[in-house]
């Protein structure tokens, strides 16, 4: 028979001794951890979790994915075990708030640096519009197209549900932002179709000081001051209007940068032609580009002495890739020239949405 009027000092071991005891094995959690737990209660708003806290941890259902949810059950499961992040303290019950949904925006920004790392062109459906672009979401992330990088002729309006392949502007967790840009994504692709000595006909859609801006195939590519005669020229408004026709060949892609160089001098038969006879650089422009081709490649190889070239098409003609590179706008600038990030910043909305106050963990 037990003898139950044994005292503390008989047993060795007090209240208090367990009471250290359990505090010895107890884990200290802190917001901002991640933690496995295992659901053990779902509630209509919420779920308790099993962290291996003395409380049980709770999750409020806005605090369950990165997409909006209506039932806890469209996410968690009874004793499911999976990573959760510890969003606050513990309360005045001793109790954590967790979330699922830091955890999916973490990896969501970690997968979009990797995808601008890669420069990998991304598809997203616009779901809304404001006035200054569209509304998209990338992995989650709510992603901001500024007006000037969208190219379609459809009102912004219309682009709601329209799918568009992007690339990335600006990837910034730290300042919430995540711009992207629809023109460049066209351009690259279109750029991958063209090559370097290729002669293509286009349409000037806008002329500045340094240079006209020519349509090619719903691309623009700038044709340089520098580039449209071996003669001297004060300004390329002498020599073209808005919505001539042209003839011109490439003599650089840049698909980093979005930009495409465009030359007639380089095709031009005698020096000058492009002023006194347009019509016979036009006509002679294949062939005066295949001899540009050949010299660039004699070039290439280093075999320059054993190249013939054209009077006109001597060694220091042939510009450079980088040659005037700090004139040269992107590809995607046309008449208007596009704003800088900094410009339309009041018009980018926040990526992930994060609301600034968390609800208590068991409402009342």
Known sequence: MVNQNLTATEIGFTHEDFAALLDKYDYHFSPGDVVPGTVFSIEPRGALIDIGAKTAAYIPIQEMSINRVDSPEEVLQS???????????????????????????????ERVRQLQAEDATVRSGVFATNRGGALVRIEGLRGFIPGSHIST????????????????LEVDEERNRLVLSHRRALVERKMNRLEVGEVVIGTVRGIKPYGAFIDIGGVSGLLHISEISHEHIDTPHSVFNVNDEVKVMIIDLDAERGRISLSTKQLEP???????????????????????????????????AAAAPAETLADEDIPPATELEEDIPPATEL????????????DIPAATEIEEEIPAAIEE
Do not use: C
Request: proline share 4%.
């Open 153 to 168: 002729r459809k009102p912004k309006e219309e682009l709601v549900g329209e799918d568009l392949p992007l690339k990335f």
């Open 270 to 304: 005698e020096p000058g032609d492009m002023i006194k006879n347009r019509d016979l650089v036009y006509d002679k422009a294949e062939e005066m580009a295949a001899k540009y081709r050949e010299q660039l490649l004699a070039k290439q190889q280093g075999a320059t």
């Open 335 to 346: 008449e208007e020239d596009i704003p800088v990030i900094a410009a339309i910043e009041t």
């Open 79 to 109: 004793n499911e075990t999976r990573e959760f992040f510890i969003l606050t303290d513990e309360n005045e019950d001793g109790q954590l708030t967790l979330s699922i949904r830091r955890i999916e925006y973490m990896r969501a920004w």
